[in-house]
């Protein structure tokens, strides 16, 4: 089982969109270019692609999960770009030696990635004015509200107190910030915007949020899948009753370029 098996369908219906603020300063980035070619790493189910269409002449998208990337093609079919989908990780992503991408976008993936690596072969493959855009905001597990927390608390009895990756693994905490990382590659002309997010949830929402991730997949929790997942209807039932179910989210933007 990779980190996200079994759960595309839940991740493409799912994971919040990405927030106008943020598509707007993607969108700046590419404005001018008469044929620009945006390279999309750890794509998913294309959520970036789909949030600049029109904006952009070509699209390479790239995944190395195989739900992910039928996920990505049904989303991105109408797009007025040129699709390339790429089953490929991106440390493995190998384009000819004559492409050159005007824009880079990671979103909520660069976690997964040799980020050094990454950023190093980008090097080879983006225009001299290109921009590498990392982006990301964290996730229910790492939200700090009362039903989140009580939310996480249920999930770790049902799987453990770490934050489980996948089956038989662990998720590993990177603690340098991204803009850091992307400082000190060739990309080292770095802008960060930090966007206030708020989204409402209600249980569907949630349980399905949680079932398009690494750390509560459906199969992590074996037979005790449909008692977890009463449980937690319960509880998020009733603390909608109550307050809500509101998340705040910060939306990080990272954008590099070269010097």
């Known amino acids: 089982m990779s980190q996200f098996d079994t759960t595309a369908p839940f991740y493409a219906t799912y994971?919040?969109?990405?927030?106008n603020e943020a598509v707007d300063?993607?969108?700046?980035?590419?404005?001018?270019?008469?044929?620009?070619?945006?390279?999309d790493l750890g794509s998913g189910t294309g959520q970036v692609p789909l949030a600049l269409s029109g904006k952009v002449a070509e699209v390479d998208v790239v995944e190395q999960d195989a739900g992910m990337l039928d996920e990505a093609d049904k989303a991105l079919a109408g797009l007025p770009a040129e699709v390339r989908l790429h089953n490929a990780s991106a440390e493995d992503f190998t384009p000819s030696r004559s492409y050159r991408a005007d824009l880079v976008t990671i979103c909520r993936a660069f976690h997964w990635m040799d980020q050094d690596l990454v950023l190093s072969r980008l090097d080879g493959m983006t225009a001299p004015d290109a921009t590498v855009a990392v982006m990301?905001?964290?996730?229910?597990?790492?939200?700090?509200?009362?039903?989140?927390?009580?939310l996480r608390g249920l999930i770790q009895e049902y799987l453990g107190k770490e934050r489980r990756a996948g089956k038989d693994k662990v998720y590993a905490a990177h603690d340098r910030p991204y803009r850091e990382i992307v400082a000190d590659s060739v990309f080292g002309q770095v802008e960060e915007h930090t966007i206030a997010v708020e989204r409402e949830w209600n249980t569907d929402s949630v349980i399905g949020y949680l079932y398009s991730t690494s750390f509560a997949a459906r199969p992590l929790f074996g037979d005790r899948l449909g008692t977890f997942e009463r449980r937690a209807r319960a509880l998020l039932d009733d603390y909608a009753a109550r307050d809500g179910l509101t998340e705040h989210a910060s939306f990080q933007v990272v954008l590099g370029r070269r010097a």
């Open 25 to 39: 300063l993607l969108t700046q980035r590419v404005a001018g270019k008469k044929h620009g070619i945006l390279l």
């Open 15 to 19: 994971r919040p969109g990405i927030p």
């Open 136 to 150: 990301g905001d964290g996730s229910l597990w790492t939200a700090r509200a009362e039903w989140t927390d009580a």
